[in-house]
């Protein structure tokens, strides 16, 4: 079947399939990815790289697609813990500077991931610059997507660019962890009312991080949750995700130390971080394709 995407069609499987396998293409270097664009999606690809932030921004006659690359070890206890636990702990922030402009319009209450700001503020000039020349050329409707680490980023810039009156179409996100509190979720809700869709295996640790701050800020997504389902053998071996981090939070409230706590989460994710690879997602979605 050929992966395309459709204008028309919200949270279409088809969509889902063609922007996963982007975020698969995302992980190859820049030669690699634009000609693995070009012949599997029919979009010519440029890669960006600031940093430890990288995006493609891939294009054809009907579509603009931002593909933004997650952590470089997303299988990986090693992987997570240096993306999601390096700023991850209480740092919910108020942004400032030239970012804040654009999100403290979020509402007071509302807190932003201090290291996916980081991220995307590092890659932002170049990508915005792409976008813009873009749609200067032609207007087409511009999608985001991004796995893990990735799709936190995409979920951000789909929210800078609407404040930088950039339409977007539609977000697509798979295993993305979330990007702020509460009160920044219902803001994103409120201003991109039906365009981000999160597909989320429920085996997947990731879209129930970062933990540690989950646990003492209240981490909260935006909408809308699909489901991709548990294989029956991984539901009898273990529990799922959403459980295994409120036996956590239990014992967090019991007074056990940080310190320990800490080791103890991720040795207990290490049977389950097989699940938030970009192989396994794109095997659920063709599943789902097929029951449609």
């Known amino acids: 079947m050929t992966l395309e995407l459709i204008e028309d069609a919200k949270g279409d499987p088809r969509n889902a399939q063609a922007l996963a396998l982007a975020c698969d293409l995302a992980y190859l270097q820049e030669a690699e990815g634009a000609e693995a664009f070009r012949k599997q999606l029919g979009l010519e690809a440029r890669l960006l790289s600031v940093g430890n932030t990288q995006a493609y921004v891939a294009t054809n006659d009907d579509h603009i697609v931002a593909a933004f690359r997650g952590t470089e070890s997303p299988t990986t206890i ?5 993306w999601l636990l390096t700023d991850a702990v209480n740092l919910l922030i108020l942004p400032e500077g030239d970012l804040g402009t654009d999100y403290t319009a979020a509402g007071v209450g509302a807190r932003w ?39 936190a980023l995409a979920v951000l810039a789909g929210w800078r660019l609407k404040r930088k009156f950039i339409p977007v179409h539609q977000i ?10 509460a009160e920044t979720a219902e803001a994103i809700d409120r201003e991109l009312p039906d365009r981000i869709f999160r597909y989320v295996n429920d085996h997947d640790p990731v879209p129930h991080l970062p933990t540690l701050s989950l646990l003492a800020n209240k981490y909260g997504h935006c909408q809308k949750e699909i489901g991709l389902g548990i294989m029956a053998e991984a539901v009898a071996a273990t529990v799922t995700a959403a459980e295994f981090f409120k036996q956590w939070a239990g014992k ?41």
């Open 78 to 82: 090693d992987g997570l813990k240096d």
């Open 113 to 151: 991931h201090l290291g996916f700001m980081k991220a995307l503020a590092d890659i932002w000039d170049p990508l915005f610059a792409a976008i813009t020349a873009e749609r200067k050329e032609s207007d087409r409707p511009l999608w985001l997507t991004g796995h893990s680490l990735g799709g």
């Open 172 to 181: 697509y996100t798979f295993g993305a962890p979330m990007v702020g509190n």
């Open 252 to 292: 967090a409230k019991e007074g056990i130390l940080q310190g320990t706590l800490v080791d103890d989460i991720w040795r207990g994710l290490q049977d389950r971080v097989g699940a938030h690879a970009m192989e396994n997602y794109r095997k659920k979605l063709a599943e789902l394709f097929k029951k449609e």
